[in-house]
């Protein structure tokens, strides 16, 4: 289990970004965040990742204190990031990508099972350079493919992973939650989409860097047209 408590986070100027944030997700659970672009959903992601570090408060996974942990131990402690924006690495292969997550070297039938389950014919990804050659919505799909690939993976934190992804892929997608929810693995994914949120054991609003309500998607999804700037997401 991950809990945040009382977290807060500012930029240099001073101006709070995260405000008192109080919030868990349950081992074995899929918790979606949503709520107004700006409102500080991803911020609160890469804080649970180590790739920010809270003004205040405390982390706490699976009973550990990990506030003071990098990226690195956390990865080892078994949280994996998939980011709204892939990185990109000139000169690596998908398939030795894959074999990094993995943490062994993968052979090609191994690798292509993963690509696969991303909706990547994996005959014409398994040996190309993860780079610019790559579109967005590829790139993100051999991301997911890797948190795959992490046997290690406890919680998995997925940044909006609908970005830049086409119809097809994205069913795709909804299907590898699923996969991933009925293995038990915990799931956090921020998103604004109707059919993610659908798929949710609990949902959590935040606006303006504060949890505005927590509670199941017959609970919430009610409350999201009130929230504003919030309602333009959930019509497409």
């Not at 970004?17 to 074995?28: A, L």
């Not at 204190?65 to 402690?77: N, S």
């Not at 609908?162 to 119809?167: H, Q, S, T, V, W």
Request: glycine content about 8%; some cysteine; charged content about 25%.
């Amino acid at each position: 289990m991950l809990e945040l408590q009382n977290i807060k986070w500012k930029v240099s100027d001073g101006t709070e970004i995260i405000k008192n944030i109080n919030v868990e997700i349950p081992t074995g659970k899929l918790v979606v965040i949503t709520g107004p672009n700006g409102g500080g959903k991803s911020t609160l992601a890469k804080i649970i990742m180590g790739i920010e570090k809270p003004t205040s408060g405390k982390i706490f996974f699976n009973g550990e204190d990990i506030t003071d942990w990098d990226i690195t131990k956390r990865a080892l402690a078994g949280i994996s990031f998939a980011f709204q924006q892939p990185v990109r690495f000139k000169g690596i292969g998908v398939k030795d990508l894959l074999s990094l997550a993995a943490g062994e070297k993968l052979s090609t039938s191994g690798a292509c099972t993963y690509l696969s389950e991303v909706g990547l014919c994996a005959a014409d990804y398994v040996n190309r350079e993860v780079d610019t050659s790559l579109s967005g919505g590829e790139i993100k799909r051999i991301e997911i493919a890797t948190i795959l690939a992490r046997k290690q993976t406890k919680l998995a934190v997925f940044d909006e992973p609908e970005a830049g992804i086409d119809l097809w892929s994205f069913q795709k997608l909804i299907s590898v939650f699923e996969k991933l929810h009925e293995q038990q693995q915990s799931i956090m994914i921020i998103s604004h989409q109707e059919r993610i949120l659908n798929i949710a054991d609990q949902i959590v609003l935040v606006a303006n860097g504060s949890i505005k309500q927590i509670g199941t998607k017959e609970e919430i999804m009610p409350q999201l047209m009130e929230v504003a700037g919030v309602c333009d997401f959930y019509k497409k």
